[in-house]
């Protein structure tokens, strides 16, 4: 019999972080070749831990965990969102600093770089958006000024927009693996209940579409998630919370225009992910200042 090799299975799990809106679901998603982590010009879109599954072909298994942008909180959502990023960065093998092409650290990355150096972790740092920036230059002054500031393990520049750079961070994090078991089936791409991943994919379509500080006072609970079985069809009921009558009457829209907009988007994306003709119907009711109400904050599944 002739000589063969076995690739050893490795793994790691690796935290991304940064302030809010500087791409790191973007590049999550990028890393993964398939959307799981919703995505909208917004600060604070992401809300919670969200985890992605990445297990490549030389048997390497990456879980990543998108963590929500570290910010000043003025909610208790607020409170629970910075929470979900000390805990993310408290246990894992590494870290993915993502930062925008700028040339000053706003002060919540210094003081996110901080709790990182803490941690012992290695650290790999990615500048995003590079396709922003006209002079390169500036790119190398900022990787300098970082460096000064933080022993990396790496610096990669990458544009989540236009992949570029990806296959070069995605390196760079899997040297960042150790001997150890896959903890997920290696067709997994998020341990995420379908239920969830339901409601981020509306919630996305409302920030995308919606003004001012309406969408940051919405959530979204599904009420059924059922398979008829008689058809090939997913029935999803939807409903829609939001903190004002006003703001009710902004995402319905005239003669419910906005909310079927809202849904016809989103059960789009429903469709194509879950590969199955979707049934989507949404309402929308009022909880007054949800987002410093404790009980409701856990309802909706957003303490951790």
């Known amino acids: 019999m002739g000589d063969y090799i076995v690739n050893e299975s490795k793994s790691a799990f690796i935290a991304i972080v940064g302030c809010p809106n500087v791409g790191k679901s973007s590049i999550l998603n990028r890393l993964l070749g398939e959307k799981i982590a919703i995505v909208s010009p917004r600060p604070q879109t992401t809300r919670t831990g969200i985890t992605g599954i990445l297990t490549t072909e030389d048997n390497i298994q990456l879980v990543f965990t998108d963590t929500p942008g570290f910010h000043k909180p003025k909610t208790k959502l607020g409170e629970h969102m910075v929470q979900a990023v000390d805990e993310s960065i408290g246990g894992v093998d590494a870290c993915l600093f993502v930062v925008e092409p700028e040339t000053e650290l706003r002060t919540a990355e210094q003081e996110l770089l901080c709790r990182l150096k803490q941690t012992k972790a290695p650290v790999v740092l990615a500048?995003?958006?590079?396709?922003?920036?006209?002079?390169?230059?500036?790119?190398?002054?900022?990787?300098?000024?970082?460096?000064?500031?933080?022993?990396?393990?790496?610096?990669v520049p990458v544009s989540a927009l236009r992949g570029d750079g990806i296959d070069a961070l995605l390196e760079e994090l899997k040297a960042l693996s150790a001997p150890s078991i896959h903890y997920f089936p290696d067709d997994t791409l998020t341990d995420q209940p379908e239920r969830v991943l339901a409601a981020e994919m509306i919630r996305?379509?409302?920030?995308?579409?919606?003004?001012?500080?309406?969408?940051?006072?919405?959530?979204?609970?599904?009420?059924?998630?059922?398979?008829?079985?008689?058809?090939?069809?997913?029935?999803?009921?939807?409903v829609i919370y939001c903190e004002k009558d006003s703001h009710k009457g902004i995402i319905i829209g005239k003669g419910g225009a906005m909310l079927k907009a809202i849904s016809t988007a989103a059960r789009k994306d429903l469709e194509r992910f879950f590969e199955i003709q979707v049934n989507l119907k949404c309402w929308v009711k009022v909880k007054e200042d949800w987002r410093n109400r404790e009980g409701l904050i856990h309802n909706f599944g957003l303490d951790g």
Do not use: Y
């Open 127 to 155: 500048i995003n958006k590079t396709d922003t920036v006209k002079d390169k230059a500036q790119i190398a002054l900022l990787i300098v000024k970082l460096t000064q500031l933080c022993d990396f393990k790496a610096v």
């Open 204 to 238: 996305e379509k409302m920030l995308l579409r919606l003004d001012q500080e309406v969408p940051h006072g919405v959530a979204v609970s599904i009420e059924r998630f059922s398979e008829r079985d008689d058809a090939d069809i997913l029935d999803i009921d939807a």
